[in-house]
């Protein structure tokens, strides 16, 4: 039988290829993709405390490009906030990532993406249902939703592949549900995202914890709180997933939203959780 050269070329091609990427690869760069709704897109406005003594280490993957922050899609930079989009404000992932490089050894570095809509329901993060959820969104969340392209999923996943090339995906923050407050479905909707980004980003469950935070707790007014208990059950459906709780995080006047003292609490609290994982 007459043999391809063409298949063989292809083949040495793309093993070529792989041996690049994975030397190219540091496993000592932690990477973190985080998503939700405004809480997890930063309410409360930045302060002169957040914006020092950032260690370098912990870096931040611009997602959508940021004139007025020097900033350009795709691209790592020491993460000073805003974490999410050009005008954002503080998010759990500022403390998050502090608190992380405070607790790991000096030769590791964690790297976060954030990709947020406020007042989103997670369907938008449905890559199947998006279009149709987007139809019927207010002009507001469009002109947000319009900075990744309309697809905010995508995007994600985008810098997510760009991300693996300089590190390994460790974990998936979510900060989402008071758009869907009382939904039964909801963690079935959450499933559907978390199977995506393992397929489409070629994890594995086991290795890749999902940690969700609480909405605005019930002893801080929280107006969304009942929705704390359908989140308590989301291992449940996704057994690498773990809940981060919010009592005690204080909150903004609207009692919907933290405010800057809350997000740092919180933030903490995912650190604290997935130093935990890690450690196992």
Known sequence: MKQNPFKYALLL???????????????????????????????????????VNVNPRFQVMEAVDCPNLGRSKGQWYTAIPPLCRCRTGI???DYFGRTMIENLPENIKVGIINVAIG???????DKDHFETYTSTAPSWMK??????????YGRLVEMAKLAQK???????????????????????????????????LHL????????????VNADQGGICASMNKIIAT??????????????????AADNLHFNAAGYRELGKRYA???LTLIQH
């Open 91 to 93: 998010t759990p992932g």
């Open 13 to 51: 091609s793309f093993f070529l290829s792989s041996c690049i990427t994975a030397l190219g690869q540091d496993t000592n760069f932690h990477i973190y993709l985080s998503f939700g709704q405004s809480n997890m897109e930063g309410n409360a406005p930045v302060e002169a405390q957040d914006t």
């Open 204 to 215: 594995k469950a086991e290795e890749v914890p999902l940690l969700a935070g609480e909405t």
């Open 143 to 152: 002109n947000m939703i319009k900075e990744y392209d309309g697809n905010p």
């Open 119 to 125: 007042g989103c329901k997670i369907e938008l993060f």
């Open 272 to 274: 604290i959780k997935m």
């Open 166 to 200: 300089d590190g390994v995906i460790k974990g998936i923050l979510l900060h989402q549900g008071e758009s869907n407050t009382n939904d039964t479905l909801w963690t079935k909707k959450v499933k559907i995202v978390y199977d995506n980004l393992m397929n489409d």
């Open 234 to 251: 989301l291992p449940q459906t996704i057994p690498n997933a773990h809940v981060i709780s919010s009592a005690g995080c204080t909150d």
